[in-house]
């Protein structure tokens, strides 16, 4: 029997990764996740949606199916569901779900929600404060936001150093609890309590502490590389541990198909003239990212003066952008960003054919699937990136 029986490989580890090798293990298939750097998702806010919640009508959406809630109710980390979140730049935005540190303010609607005063240097609680109060919603559920003092620091240096750093403090079940207690004695009393994205590096630490504090407490949205990616991680590899995913941290080199199986060429360091370490499976779930992740590259040939976008790694697959297929540099002087826009390095992936299935140069090959942001045209959310990952993830384990 051949070692690719039943066996899929995941590229990717990020949600889309995740949400596939959990779809897939569930459907009794065996499971190895190839992943290298961190992605888009060890890189996002926390708040979950499914197209640019700037759009008109993004409060709504699809409610989430069975499948989705049963992925993250595994994951530990989501709660989904219309929420209203606060970001650390001042606004007050929907979302369809997030991260289970974010404070919603939904329910805290029409009453005084204290801004943690805390003396960081990235924090004006203030401003903050006014920003948020005079936001549409606040204005509309006469929501109160009051800068609170609170003594959260222990050194000078913790004013400075980097937003994830200091949320790592706060998993110390010491630094935890005495939070609390300063939140529990602050004085005036709120509602609910919002900080910036500090409460912790773990899944349920801002729970514990606004279980010990007495109060709703919570998180405003994450800056790139903060506490939310972290927690993501974390709970990443919490589930597929559980789930006795195989995990390896390598390079994709090339993907080739031979004999009714798939051959996925990797190296742990591409810089060395090292022979590649090939894994055979059944079927391949690609999830590698766009741009942001390095799965989709930009690249420049100063002496052809041509620029086109490829994959990172060798693969017979189809790249398209705004529904037309690229081929190589696609014109002289190949994609043009001033005419497609600055948009056009979150549009471009794979290409996909009408019933879903990825583009391969020789026609449709059965048994690939991709999903997340290297699928060209789709939304880059996390929501869009869980349920690509979901679908993909079952497809592949039928196939193998």
């Known amino acids: 029997m051949s070692t690719a029986?039943?066996?899929?490989?995941?590229?990717?580890?990020?949600i889309a990764g995740?949400?596939?090798?959990?779809?897939?293990a569930k459907a009794g298939a065996r499971v190895s996740v190839l992943h290298d750097r961190a992605g888009?998702?060890?890189?996002?806010?926390?708040?979950?949606?499914e197209r640019e919640w700037d759009r008109a009508g993004s409060g709504g959406g699809a409610p989430a199916s069975a499948e989705l809630a049963e992925f993250a109710a595994a994951l530990g980390l989501w709660q989904l569901g219309a929420r209203t979140l606060a970001t650390r730049e001042g606004v007050i935005r929907p979302a369809l779900g997030s991260d289970a540190a974010l404070l919603d303010l939904t329910p805290l609607a029409g009453r005084r929600v204290a801004v943690a005063d805390l003396e960081r240097d990235d924090w004006d609680a203030e401003l903050l404060a006014k920003s948020f109060a005079a936001s549409a919603w606040a204005r509309r559920t006469r929501t109160e936001f009051v800068a609170t003092p609170l003594n959260a620091l222990r050194a000078g240096h913790e004013r400075r150093i980097a937003p994830y750093d200091f949320a790592s403090l706060f998993d110390d079940p010491v630094r935890l609890s005495a939070l609390a207690e300063s939140i529990a004695d602050a004085r005036?009393?709120?509602?609910?309590?919002?900080?910036?994205?500090w409460l912790g590096l773990l899944p349920g630490t801002a729970s514990e502490i606004g279980r010990l504090a007495g109060v709703p407490v919570g998180e405003t949205t994450s800056g790139t590389g903060g506490a939310a990616g972290a927690r993501f991680e974390s709970a990443r590899d919490a589930l597929l541990e559980k789930l006795a995913v195989a995990v390896r941290r390598t390079r994709v080199v090339e993907l080739s198909s031979s004999g009714g199986r798939f051959l996925v060429a990797t190296r742990d360091d591409p810089g060395l003239p090292t022979a590649p370490v090939v894994v055979e499976a059944g079927a391949v779930v690609i999830?590698?990212?766009g741009l942001a992740a390095g799965g989709i590259e930009l690249t420049w040939e100063p002496?052809?003066?041509?620029?086109?976008?490829?994959l990172a790694f060798v693969a017979p697959l189809a790249l398209a952008l705004d529904g037309e297929l690229l081929a190589g540099s696609g014109s002289l002087y190949g994609p043009s960003l001033e005419i497609?826009?600055?948009?056009?390095?979150?549009?471009?992936?794979?290409?996909?054919?009408?019933?879903?299935?990825?583009?391969?140069?020789?026609?449709?090959?059965?048994?690939?699937?991709?999903?997340?942001?290297?699928?060209?045209?789709r939304p880059r959310t996390a929501l869009e990136a869980a349920r690509s990952g979901l679908s993909a993830g079952a497809a592949a384990a039928r196939d193998c």
């Open 5 to 14: 029986k039943r066996h899929v490989v995941v590229i990717g580890a990020g």
């Open 18 to 24: 995740t949400a596939a090798a959990w779809a897939a």
């Open 40 to 49: 888009a998702s060890a890189l996002y806010s926390g708040a979950l949606d």
């Open 188 to 197: 005036p009393a709120a509602a609910g309590w919002l900080f910036g994205p």
């Open 287 to 289: 999830a590698a990212g």
């Open 303 to 310: 002496d052809r003066a041509q620029r086109s976008f490829e």
């Open 340 to 377: 497609s826009g600055l948009g056009a390095l979150e549009r471009v992936g794979i290409a996909l054919n009408d019933r879903g299935n990825p583009l391969a140069t020789g026609g449709t090959q059965e048994g690939l699937h991709v999903a997340g942001d290297i699928v060209a045209g």
